[in-house]
């Protein structure tokens, strides 16, 4: 069993660096501009050795006790067989599926398996020499690994006083290098990313590896239909869509979402973005939002630019403001889009939009960017460019359990946009302080006690905000920057209720140049602010977000995944849906933070269905995409004459509800 484990991983090793080789130099022309050969091998031996350490892990651990013994022996040499044929066909596959689908095989591998006959046909008909080629070379190589892994020899008996012992060291040895890394979190494909050629990323991969992650991932695609319940297609798209004002003919069937977004704004040029995330900051902590006095900074701020008092997070996780704030997605059931297998390329977000206007995109993070997939999701979305930690120019002057300080990420941030000069840019930062163990550098504020709280992490965080803005405002980048700062959820989302509304209400707080003063009292959900922060820039578009432009008008409405539960805040009247359950709804009064019953109002509740349902919709079908560039470049630039005809023609269809606000 020793010598097999150790025939076993050799030849693979050596399978999966050809296989690697042979892929970079094939795809020389893409792999040369992204960083050259390197990172690809150095990350595909990491994953490799990973991925083989869970592999050989039963028969490495097992071999001290039955390595003598002839059956144990037969069983191993099979098991390996049986991975050795499934890499070989992975690999040999891969060439053609690059060609194909522009990407290592993934989830499309398996979805194939289910239509036999029409795969089969397909490749009969269209790929005889392919065929016959991938036929002969796994045939080869599987003979010659069944004659390579015998299943005859057994290995030495081994001391009954070495075994336990081996055992450990063998358990110990195989955890380490199974996890992959000595940090937070086990190796993923996010940590070998490292390109924002999403096709390239893949490249350190092996592709059994690739299947078996999506296998995994297709775990997490829960459907909202299975969920709360059906309804007809065309009701959904007909009630999400007028909910969004999209009354009138669609530009594209296809994409029921897709429309134009006129900008308010008009500057001379469209200004740069900078999305700035707080983690965990929910309005319970922030004094002008009624919460606890310890945002100072904060609240010093939101009389300087466009306080939007009443924002809900769509959901209680990181990923989930992440998706809302920077794809404009709606919530679902399933995992946030940046960790499930068919959004990882080709999804729309703000970042791919702004690069079709020469944008530049990055993000900011003082941890490790691969942590919940992010690092992957922006790379294969339009990002330019991942800056973590490990990645920051300027030195962290601390470094807790979750990565850089706030205030590290924010001399990083300030670096970067010093840097940036007349080039257009977005930048998406996400601070990592706020967080348990509550982690913050000494000097900084008053603390109270005990000193690892979550009220001095605010405190902390507070502190960061406001020095950063008091250096911005000294800037060059102030004047053509628009700032959004706003949280990704709130800490600890709990209550008695079926959706707790009180612990989803978060700052979100425009400013920066030509952004209105105000304090706007509507009730906003994440999803509003990047078509309201588009306007704000000066881009006018085609996108398929749903959420509101709140510079022309305001829905008054937030969406909240909760669990399992789904809410729809319209007003005061909040309907939940509940898995296998009829709805609920409920009279939420703000000012008490209370939730009573009333009966339920059947038009509110198809309308909370139809945005439960829609996503989900979205999502499956590939429907949430960048438009074609020929759409996309029919948009007139800010400031420039509507009078002109536009390459394709874009019915504009504004609700009579909605005035637009002079800026």
Same mark, same amino acid.
């Given at each position: ?19 690697? @080789? ?14 050259? @050969?390197?990172? %690809? ?39 390996? $067989? ?59 190589? /599987? ?78 695609? $829960? ?17 999400? $869509? ?64 466009? @306080? ?29 889009? !940046? ?6 390329? /080709? ?6 939009? !702004? ?65 940036? /000069? ?32 979550? =009220? ?28 959004? %700062? ?5 800490? $600890?989302?709990?209550?008695?209720? !079926? ?18 003063? =105000? ?41 909240? =995944?909760? /669990? ?44 909370? @269905? ?11 079908? =590939? ?41």
């Amino acid at each position: 069993m020793r010598r097999l484990s150790w025939r076993f991983f050799v030849a693979t090793m050596v399978l999966l660096t050809l296989s690697r @080789l042979g892929l970079s130099v094939w795809l020389w022309s893409r792999v040369q501009p992204a960083g050259g @050969l390197w990172p %690809i091998l150095f990350g595909g031996w990491r994953i490799d050795l990973s991925f083989l350490a869970m592999i050989c892990a039963f028969p490495i651990l097992l071999s001290p006790w039955l390595g003598h013994l002839a059956w144990p022996t037969r069983i191993t040499a099979w098991w390996y $067989r049986l991975w050795w044929l499934l890499f070989v066909l992975l690999e040999v596959s891969t060439p053609q599926f690059i060609l194909e689908y522009d990407t290592r095989p993934n989830r499309l591998y398996i979805e194939y398996l289910n239509n036999p006959h029409e795969v089969s046909a397909m490749l009969w008909h269209g790929y005889k020499g392919v065929l016959f080629f991938g036929l002969l070379v796994l045939g080869v190589l /599987g003979w010659w690994g069944f004659r390579w892994l015998r299943t005859q020899p057994v290995d030495a008996r081994m001391k009954l006083v070495w075994r336990p012992v081996v055992t450990a060291v063998a358990f110990a040895v195989l955890f380490l290098v199974g996890r992959g890394t000595l940090e937070h979190r086990p190796l993923n494909a996010s940590m070998v990313a490292f390109s924002d050629d999403s096709m390239v990323n893949t490249l350190p991969l092996n592709s059994l590896y690739n299947v078996a992650n999506a296998i995994r991932g297709m775990s997490n695609e $829960r459907s909202a239909a299975a969920v709360y319940g059906k309804m007809p297609e065309a009701e959904m798209q007909h009630i999400v $869509r007028e909910a969004a004002g999209l009354n009138g003919p669609m530009l594209d069937p296809k994409y029921p979402s897709m429309h134009r977004q006129q900008a308010s704004a008009k500057p001379a040029k469209p200004l740069n973005l900078v999305i700035i995330m707080e983690e965990s900051l929910g309005a319970q902590f922030i004094g002008t939002l009624g919460g606890q006095q310890l945002s100072p900074q904060f609240d010093a701020l939101a009389k300087q630019g466009w @306080l939007l008092a009443r924002t809900y997070a769509t959901g209680t996780r990181s990923v989930r403001g992440l998706e809302a704030v920077n794809t404009g997605f709606l919530p679902t059931p399933a995992e946030a889009v !940046l960790k499930l297998p068919r959004s990882q390329r /080709g999804f729309f977000t703000i970042a791919g939009l !702004l690069g079709e206007f020469g944008y530049h995109s990055r993000f900011i993070y003082g941890g490790e960017a691969h942590f919940d997939n992010m690092k992957s999701f922006f790379l294969g979305n339009g990002f330019d460019e991942v800056i973590d930690q490990p990645k920051f120019e300027v030195k962290p002057t601390f470094v807790g359990s979750w990565g850089a300080s706030d205030e590290d990420m924010f001399n990083e941030l300030h670096h970067r946009l010093m840097q940036d /000069g007349d080039k257009p840019s977005f930048t998406l930062a996400f601070s990592v302080s706020n967080h348990t163990p509550w982690e913050y550098p000494a000097g900084r504020i008053k603390p109270t006690e005990p000193a690892a709280s979550v =009220q001095n992490t605010v405190r902390y965080a507070d502190w960061a905000i406001g020095q950063f803005f008091e250096r911005a405002k000294k800037s060059p980048y102030w004047d053509h920057t628009v700032f959004l %700062i706003v949280a990704d959820h709130d800490a $600890r989302v709990f209550g008695a209720s !079926l959706v707790p509304v009180r612990h989803f209400h978060i700052p979100a707080l425009i400013l920066g140049a030509g952004v209105p003063v =105000q304090r706007d009292e509507h009730i906003v959900s994440q999803i509003d602010l990047a078509p309201t922060l588009l306007s704000l820039i000066g881009i006018s578009s085609v996108h398929p977000m749903l959420g509101a432009d709140l510079t022309r008008r305001y829905p008054d409405r937030a969406i909240m =995944q909760y /669990g399992d539960n789904y809410g729809y805040l319209k007003y005061d009247q909040l309907v939940v849906l509940q898995p296998h359950q009829g709805a609920k709804q409920f009279h939420y009064d703000v000012g008490a933070e209370t939730l009573t019953p009333v009966p339920l109002d059947p038009t509110l509740d198809k309308l909370a @269905l139809a945005h439960a349902l829609w996503p989900s919709w979205a999502y499956f079908n =590939q429907r949430y995409v960048l438009p074609p560039p020929a759409m996309q470049h029919a948009v007139p630039a800010a400031g420039a004459s509507v009078a002109k005809p536009a390459v394709v023609p874009i019915k504009v269809n504004t609700p009579d509800c909605c005035v637009t606000r002079q800026l």
